[in-house]
């Protein structure tokens, strides 16, 4: 099935001072998160192509009426690296072969804190693009204070935003409401939905929240109090019937 990955960017500076907003860069975990996380959905990649070729191997075998053998459902776990047994190798024809090597793509955010995680990509491999539309929640006056120093410089807000999270705009310049970042995301999952390979959102807490409840069908006045911890990845396959998801945390 194709694969839907998610999560959010590495640990950045304004991270480790409780700040929220901001553009700040990533702390050296924030980095190491970023080169890891590269090597894993690397690893992952290479474990669909082991699929598809196992998937090719069982269709010819069908055809000719052999057996066959069902693949073990791996275990997500995000150090072991390759977890799927290997298959008898196929010789494949260039056209085939064509089919196989599926495009994927690695969308970002236009903070640094996200595109500086999909630094380690390798752009030959992953078609990287950042997007605006993926940007973090825009909090207005709060942009860069941390929880208490809003609870304390703008009690009401702070009171107002806790009873409604959903729908509880930031004031000043930008300032979002969750709805308000649902609505521009709206294009964005249109084309995930649409769009026939794989993809990774390298994305920020709002953003994650908001494309896991959409793809889990989760109820909207939950999609604010999600746990999408940092350094931990998504994996979303929409099926026929329902939708598998798989978390992996990030063990540095
Ligand atoms: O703290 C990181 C952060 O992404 C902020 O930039 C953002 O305002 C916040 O999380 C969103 O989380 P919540 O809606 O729970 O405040």
Not at 136 to 146: A, F, K, Y
Request: glycine share 6%; aromatic share 12%.
């Amino acid at each position: 099935p194709r694969q839907i990955w998610v999560t959010r960017h590495g640990e950045s500076v304004d991270n480790t001072l409780g700040r929220i907003g901001g553009n700040a860069s990533l702390t050296s975990l924030g980095k190491q998160y970023g080169e890891d996380l590269a090597m894993f959905i690397e690893a992952k990649r290479a474990e669909f192509q082991d699929r598809l070729f196992y998937d090719m191997t069982r269709e010819s075998n069908l055809m000719h009426g052999g057996n066959f053998h069902e693949r073990n459902e791996y275990q997500p776990d995000f150090n072991n690296q390759s977890p799927i047994e290997p298959t008898t190798p196929i010789e494949l024809d260039p056209e085939d072969e064509e089919k196989i090597i599926k495009p994927f793509s690695v969308w970002t955010s236009m903070m640094k804190r996200s595109m500086e995680t999909a630094a380690y990509f390798d752009d030959e491999q992953y078609d990287i693009k950042a997007m605006r539309m993926l940007n973090e929640i825009c909090s207005g006056v709060c942009d860069q204070l941390t929880y208490e120093q809003i609870e304390n410089t703008y009690p009401e807000e702070y009171e107002a935003r806790a009873l409604d999270k959903l729908n509880y705009r930031y004031p000043g310049s930008g300032g979002e409401s969750y709805l308000d970042v649902i609505y521009r995301l709206q294009s964005v999952i249109v084309e995930i939905e649409r769009m026939k390979h794989h993809v990774l959102v390298i994305g920020h807490r709002v953003i994650t929240r908001i494309i896991i409840a959409y793809f889990l069908g989760c109820r909207r006045e939950d999609i604010a109090h999600l746990n999408v911890p940092l350094h931990t990845v998504y994996c979303i396959e929409p099926q026929p019937y329902g939708t598998n998801f798989y978390q992996y945390n990030y063990d540095p």
